[in-house]
């Protein structure tokens, strides 16, 4: 399985990013793609999920209602986050994920991912 992260970019506060994650090698019908981000020195966290069917979506408390999660096709090969209304705290590293646990709770959980993407930086200035 392998995942690439595109999109990241210097943007200033209030404005937008669109990430990008191309994922392939994956053999199963139920699987989900998580978003997480890492900021300097602090531990990677949860931001959004979605799973192959796209019934289930999550998102952090930290971007709800300003990020949005999204599939490109049917054979859900790309997935989207669009970043609306950035603030320097969304500043980090974001790394796509993939997971084929089927609990939802474990879902937002990085422990639950077993591949994972580079990463890409994402950098809001104020």
């Known amino acids: 399985v392998q995942l690439v992260e595109s999109g990241g970019g210097l943007v200033q506060a209030g404005g937008s990013l669109r990430l990008s994650c191309q994922f392939s090698g994956i053999t199963v019908d139920d699987f989900a793609i998580g978003w997480f981000r890492q900021a300097p020195g602090k531990e990677r966290e949860f931001v959004s999920g979605i799973d192959s069917t796209g019934r289930y979506l999550s998102y952090a408390n930290s971007v709800q209602g300003r990020f949005t999660i999204s599939s490109a096709d049917t054979k859900n090969s790309l997935v989207y986050l669009q970043m609306n209304i950035l603030k320097p705290e969304d500043t980090g590293i974001y790394f796509c994920?993939?997971?084929?646990?089927?609990?939802?709770?474990?879902?937002?959980?990085?422990?639950?991912?077993?591949?994972w993407g580079p990463g890409t930086q994402v950098t809001v200035s104020s």
């Open positions: 994920a993939a997971t084929l646990t089927q609990r939802l709770a474990a879902k937002r959980i990085e422990s639950s991912y077993d591949f």
